[in-house]
């Protein structure tokens, strides 16, 4: 029998946040899409590069991290395999031709930052039956690097953990921590609101948000247990101890009907959490 495999290349828009005039950033303004300039794409390189035949990047590239000091990405490949690498962005090209672009370098290989244990998210750390348990999304905090991981299909709420922290050497073994819950009933009533994307707020803005950072997620099977939109939480640096985030908006349904985002009260917006 002979294998066919079709590459598939995962490019990555790059975009830039331009400032409007006369009004600084920590002023209120809601970003449209004239604030944003289109500065290019470019590819990432064929391959497996430590992961399984056929898969490196193809059907991949989520839970995109940027790394300052390196001015990298550290993203997740193959769906089958979850499995994370690091890559050089280089100078990104604004052409409709894919073999105008430039193609980034493999700085580390696919491993597995959760050193076996991305499944390990049910009581107790007990490991779930969901139909798959993806990486959510990871995110540089310091000398850590975060990370979420959620069940695809969790029809029986067996969900508890989410979150957990690695080093920046994704190839060493010992330095996973987790995994973590985040929050508790009633603010968090599941782990699909807080379980995938995760991002900085600008220094400017986190006395207003509560925090350093946000965490959410969204739109996943099995609606009763996750946010129909966007409904991040914020994340507070103490000493260690996931305390009870408050939700800074949410989507909700009657019956069959999605309806209109709903913002929450400021005071009833803090997320409170720190990473080991």
């Not at 009633?186 to 946000?214: K, V």
């Not at 099977?221 to 507070?236: D, F, H, Q, Y």
Request: glycine share 10%; charged share 15%.
């Amino acid at each position: 029998m002979i294998k066919q495999t079709s590459t598939i290349m995962t490019i990555v828009m790059v975009f830039w946040a331009v400032a409007a005039p006369g009004i600084s950033a920590a002023e209120e303004k809601r970003l449209v899409e004239t604030d944003l300039e289109y500065l290019g794409a470019f590819r990432v390189p064929q391959g497996d590069f430590g992961s399984p035949d056929f898969s490196g990047f193809n059907y991949g590239g989520t839970a995109l991290s940027y790394h300052p000091d390196h001015h990298s990405l550290f993203m997740v490949g193959h769906t089958w395999y979850q499995l994370t690498a690091e890559i050089s962005i280089p100078e990104p090209v604004n052409s409709t031709l894919l073999e105008e672009l430039n193609t980034a370098a493999v700085l580390q290989p696919f491993a597995d930052i959760t050193e076996g244990d991305r499944s390990n998210i049910g009581e107790g750390g007990a490991a779930v039956e969901t139909s798959g348990v993806p990486m959510g999304g990871l995110m540089i905090r310091g000398e850590k690097l975060i990370g979420t991981a959620f069940g695809y299909y969790d029809a029986g709420y067996d969900v508890r953990l989410s979150h957990f922290t690695s080093g920046f050497v994704i190839s060493e073994n010992g330095d996973f921590q987790g995994m973590y819950q985040v929050g508790e009933a009633p603010t968090i009533s599941n782990p699909a609101f807080i379980d995938g994307y995760m991002t900085h707020i600008p220094p400017e803005w986190q006395s207003r948000f509560g925090g350093p950072a946000l965490t959410g997620n969204c739109c996943l099977s099995i609606i009763s247990r996750t946010s129909l939109g966007r409904r991040p939480r914020c994340l507070i640096r103490t000493n260690w101890g996931w305390k009870t985030p408050c939700r800074l908006h949410r989507w909700w349904a009657t019956r069959s009907t999605i309806r209109r985002w709903e913002p929450m009260a400021i005071s009833a917006l803090t997320f409170c959490t720190t990473v080991p």
